[in-house]
């Protein structure tokens, strides 16, 4: 990816997956109970809680 505005360590955050591979790629860096069901995931509206910052914990220990 070219983009000349974006540092070398902003462009190394950036996955871009291919058709068919989407999956196995998200769950290389998202665990299955993090993801939704509707994107082939384990986890169902509820199972997260919002936090102050608008990120979800899981609402148990692992």
Excluded: C
């Excluded at 000349?4 to 998200?26: H, M, Q, Y």
Aim: charged share 25%.
């Amino acid at each position: 990816m070219h983009v000349p505005f974006l540092t070398r360590r902003t462009k190394s955050k950036f996955v871009i997956a291919k058709k068919g591979n989407v999956a196995e790629t998200i769950y290389r860096f998202i665990r299955h109970e993090f993801v939704p069901i509707q994107y082939g995931g384990l986890s169902r509206p509820g199972d997260l809680q919002a936090t102050k910052t608008g990120i979800g914990v899981h609402s148990e220990r692992w």
